[in-house]
Structure formats: C-alpha cells, structure tokens
C-alpha cells in the first residue's frame, strides 16, 4: 500500500472505476442482449506476485485482452476472461448452445478483442467526461494461455520503479454469475498525479 | 510425492536434493536454472527484468544483472561451486501481437540477452535453451537430477 495515500484517494479512484465501468456494463448488456451485473469497484496496491492469484493463479488459463491507452494519464487496459467464460461468451456472441465452444479460433479471437474495444472504449468515455482528460485506446491485443504469462508483460512496465502495481478492478457477471471477466485500469507512472490533479485532490 | 518449492515473480531459491524448484506462468519473464551436478545443489530465479535501474535497487531478484549473481552466491552458501554450474532457461515469450513494437514490447527478448550476456561473461555453460514464441511457460528444476521440465498448455512439455 502507498502510505502517503488516504482513504479519499482510494475512494476517488474506486469513484473513477465505479463511472467508468457502469458505462462499460451498459455496452456489454447492449452487446450481449444480456443483463450484466457489476461489483463495487477494488482498488488495490498488490505485489506483483499476487495479481495473478486474483485471477485464480498463475496457471489458471485465461483469455487476455490488453489495450495501451493514451493520454495525458497513460494507462494500461487488461480484460480477462477465465478460459471457460471465453468460451460462453463466444457461445452467446455467435449465437451457438451453451457450451459448444471448446476453442478460441481467430474468429473468436478477434470477437474477445472486439468485446474488449467495447470495453475499454465505454469505460475510457466516462472517464473522459469524468476527469476532463482525454483517453484514446490503441488497438487491443489477445493472449491465450496461463494467466502469469498473461499479465508479467504489464507488470514489467512497473518493475523498473515499483515492486507493487496499483489495479482499479471491477468484475462483471451475466447470465446469472456463469460468465464473468474481470477488468483492470492499469494507470502507468505518471497517469495517477494527471488523474488526481484533473479531480482537484492532493498529491504527492 | 516429492517435495516441491514455489519461486514466485520477480523472487529466487536455491534448494537441495531431492528437492524440486517450480516456477509458474512465465510469459516474458525468464525462469533460469543453475545446477551444480556434484553438490547437488540448484537455484531457479524468476526475472522479469534485464537490468536494475541506478544504485535503489529494492528488490535485486526482480532483474537478470543483480539476480543472477544474488543467485550464484546463495548456491555458494550451500556449498555450491560456481565453476561447476550450469544454467538452463526458459520463457521471455511475447505474448501480445502490438501494433508498434517498442523495446519494452521486446522485453521477453531482453530479457533472454541480458541472462545469456551475464552467463557467457561469467563462463556458466548454457545446456538448455527454450525461449521465445508467444506462450506461457512453467518450468521445474529437479535438483537430484538436474533435469528441467518446461511445461506450456498447448504445446505440451520438454525435459531438458
């Protein structure tokens, strides 16, 4: 944990996933013709160590989507399916039974980037609006395999200054709790003072 | 069942017969293995990084320049004699196709070259090489045998 932090700084960044990620479930809910539930934002300090415990452990197989964000708060966008929940999420975006999909194909891969754009487009809007900031997403990317091999990239982009990596987490659900993925705003070095400054809360 | 110890991200251990080292989902991180084959003794470092940035280095297992020889010297501890090591590595796979490939994309690359410079500098005999490509490795060192066994979820598993 950042102890110069308080809890308004954690309360303002669990503010920031909690808009962004409401505007995300809507074009997911749209996308999906499903209703889409949305947990209370996390946001977290973690060792490098334990973000893929969040995910079920470093070995857990999972469907990766990671889109750089520009902006004067660069960022990093991680959107992560546990590999069974990609394949459901195939199954309803392609219309087959529940449950036919045992594949990512790269029809289906870039359906799960796509499902990602919408993501993080819908997300980044609400931020914009939020913080005034512009935020413009880079072509997403898709990696399928375990989920430590899956995020050490990311991580290593923090490595150089910091053994921790702050995540702003929020987990969506659909079809009752069958599908769900989880999304990390990922801010990079500087992107969290722009953030801060843009809301008017201190920071140092 | 043998016993088996967990090397997490950016972290080192060195063990002794019959113990097993693992390291799990590497993905641009490189798991190396050191062996000394007569003291029967191993190390297995999980780097994610290929060099430490200035003098603050706050945790030296995190890049290949100061892991390696952190690494070296606790085998040294355990009775292990540099001159008879010998190193085998996998991972430092790119596992996202991005558009603009900047260095830090080429990380996993990086990182291997900083592993394989140090070594040849330092005159440890690299056995096993298996790097690269864009999936995710686990890797274990059994450290009565020296055998290192890279696991991948889709393409199978190699004993080097």
Redesign the interface.
């Known amino acids: 944990m950042n102890p110069k932090w308080s809890d308004m700084h954690y309360d303002v960044l669990k503010e920031v996933g909690n808009i962004g990620a409401g505007n995300a479930a809507t074009a997911l809910a749209a996308l999906l013709n499903q209703q889409i539930k949305m947990q209370v934002p996390n946001v977290a300090w973690l060792p490098f160590d334990e973000v893929a415990d969040r995910l079920g452990g470093a070995e857990e197989p999972v469907a990766g989507i990671l889109l750089n964000v520009e902006s004067d708060a660069p960022s990093t966008i991680l959107v992560v399916f546990p590999l069974q929940q990609a394949y459901f999420l195939l199954d309803i975006l392609f219309s087959r039974p529940l449950g036919q999909s045992d594949t990512i194909d790269e029809v289906g891969a870039s359906a799960l980037e796509e499902v990602g754009n919408i993501l993080a487009g819908s997300y980044l809007t609400s931020l914009s609006s939020f913080t005034g900031l512009t935020f413009v997403p880079m072509v997403p990317a898709i990696a399928v395999d375990m989920a430590g091999a899956v995020l050490d990239y990311v991580l290593a982009e923090f490595g150089q200054i910091a053994d921790q990596v702050l995540l702003i987490e929020t987990e969506f659900q659909a079809l009752g709790e069958d599908i769900y993925s989880y999304f990390f705003l990922v801010p990079k070095a500087d992107a969290l003072k722009a953030i801060f400054a843009a809301l008017g809360v201190d920071y140092t | 069942m043998r016993k088996k110890r967990r090397v ?4 080192l251990a060195v063990a002794g017969s019959p113990e097993i080292l693992v390291t ?6 490189v798991g190396v293995a050191l062996y000394d084959n007569r003291a029967r003794i191993g190390g297995l470092a999980h780097i ?2 290929p060099k430490a ?1 200035g003098p603050l280095v ?2 030296p297992a ?1 890049f290949a320049d100061t892991a390696l020889p952190l690494l070296v010297k606790k085998m040294e501890q355990r009775g292990a004699l540099q001159r008879r090591l010998t190193a085998k590595l996998a991972g430092g ?8 490939a900047t260095d ?2 080429r ?2 690359e990086r990182n291997t070259e900083a592993i394989i410079e140090w070594l040849t500098e330092e005159n440890i005999p690299v056995l096993a090489q298996d790097t690269g490509g ?5 890797v274990e060192l059994d450290t009565e045998t020296g055998e290192f066994l890279v696991r991948t ?2 393409r199978g598993e190699k004993r080097y």
């Open positions: 997490g991200m950016a972290d799990i989902g590497l993905g641009s991180c994610m990084l940035n706050s945790n995190k796979a790119q596992m996202f196709k991005l558009e603009r830090t994309m990380i996993g864009s999936w995710g490795r686990t979820i889709a």
